[in-house]
């Protein structure tokens, strides 16, 4: 699937929300974060500054995301649900799934279910198959 330019970015913004949403940024985070950006086509100078001034900018709006897919979507709550496991677990990081899924269009069925196998599949491990690869 050829996925938009600005649905990679949103994508990435997504998961930059979700990682700042504990006010700390964890290698474990690090990692997925930068994992995902170089599978989107990011450059590396560009996504290793964002990281590293992401608990201080003030303007990363932290509304939930609409994609131009479903696919797309899906892909990147899977992805979301493993940063917000990656590290310790805060609800308002599934909270901000949770709406960004619905705004998706995705019901909360299906985001209960992934939800759970995430938590059932957690092993406090860092993953590297991304949900983002089954879609690009």
Do not use: C
Request: hydrophobic share 45%.
């Amino acid at each position: 699937m050829l996925i938009p330019i600005l649905d990679k970015s949103k994508y990435l913004k997504g998961l930059l929300i979700i990682a700042r949403k504990d006010k700390k940024l964890a290698e474990s985070e690090r990692k997925i974060i930068t994992g995902v950006a170089e599978n989107l086509g990011f450059a590396k100078d560009f996504y290793e500054e964002v990281l590293h001034s992401l608990l201080a900018n003030k303007y990363i709006d932290e509304e939930s995301i609409k994609f131009s897919d479903v696919k797309i979507a899906e892909s990147f709550i899977i992805d979301g649900l493993q940063l917000a496991y990656s590290d310790n677990i805060q609800l308002n990081e599934i909270e901000w799934l949770r709406k960004t899924a619905a705004e998706n269009g995705i019901s909360e069925k299906w985001f209960s279910e992934k939800l759970s196998a995430v938590q059932k599949n957690h092993n406090g491990s860092f993953q590297k198959d991304f949900a983002l690869l089954s879609i690009i």
